[in-house]
């Protein structure tokens, strides 16, 4: 797979990326997008998610600060991107975490068509039906084997599936994809999980077509800028800084010397 054209196609196309998405991360989110190349909105009033899904290339939802009205707002822009067939990215965040929050995010599921679904180990073995416990939006401990749970539960919603850790498994469409590139320090910074998400439907929105490669490929391009600027940064605050630097300038070579993709 060639993983830069991915990235190209992102910065020649220019995407809209809508969200609606966790009030925490949001800034970080909407960065990340700028930082390649694409353009991010985050229009979470009913009254306008249906017309903004429909001018975007793709939607991303982040259940990380739901409410049932966000919730609502996410069905409505849900279904006017169902209509106009872009990619609908949904973030688990913190499922297994409540009750209220595992019910919320079957109800989203069976509203919206879901494209990809994303999240870490623990947030996806909830959403496939295990019994797990995730820590806030901390991962939990999961004895399954997650190559298995993320080809279940690709089957089961005929979605891209990617979890998140250590090693990223992406599958869809009958494809497995490992992304192996990242670094320990994302972990200490708030809203790196969040970003990712925002990095998938940013890729995907470029590249619809192609959604399981789309998806390993925005997670490899990220996660090598991850590495690119812990080399820059002293502590979480400075390797966020550098994160966006890294991200902008990303070019073809960094890419083709770091990407651990199988």
């Not at 700028?34 to 979470?44: C, D």
């Not at 973030?91 to 079957?106: H, Q």
């Not at 200490?188 to 490669?213: D, H, K, R, W, Y």
């Not at 300038?249 to 990407?259: A, F, G, V, W």
Request: a negative charge; charged letters at 20%.
């Amino acid at each position: 797979m060639h993983i830069y054209s991915f990235l190209q196609a992102v910065r020649d196309k220019k995407p809209l990326v809508h969200h609606i998405t966790n009030w925490v991360t949001i800034y970080d989110c909407a960065q990340v997008v700028k930082s390649l190349g694409a353009s991010p909105v985050m229009a979470h009033a009913p009254e306008e998610a249906a017309a903004m899904s429909g001018i975007a290339s793709a939607l991303v939802l982040n259940i990380g600060t739901l409410t049932t009205e966000v919730i609502e707002s996410m069905k409505i822009a849900g279904a006017a991107a169902n209509r106009k067939g872009i990619p609908v990215i949904l973030d688990a965040c913190g499922a297994g975490a409540t009750e209220y929050r595992n019910r919320k995010s079957l109800e989203l599921l069976d509203a919206v068509k879901i494209d990809v679904i994303k999240g870490n180990a623990s947030e996806v073995a909830s959403i496939a039906g295990l019994a797990v416990a995730t820590k806030g939006v901390d991962v939990g401990e999961v004895a399954d084997d997650l190559r298995g749970v993320a080809k279940t539960l690709s089957q089961q919603r005929a979605c891209t599936v990617a979890v998140t850790g250590a090693e990223d498994i992406v599958v869809g469409q009958g494809k497995m994809f490992l992304v192996g590139n990242g670094h320990p320090m994302m972990a200490n910074v708030v809203g790196t999980g969040c970003m990712a998400t925002s990095v998938i439907g940013t890729f995907a929105g470029a590249n619809p077509e192609q959604l399981p490669e789309a998806v390993a490929a925005g997670l490899a391009c990220y996660e090598i800028a991850a590495e690119l600027a812990v080399k820059k940064s002293e502590g979480p605050g400075s390797f966020k800084q550098h994160l966006f630097d890294c991200v902008l300038q990303l070019d073809e070579k960094q890419i083709r010397s770091l990407q651990q993709v199988h």
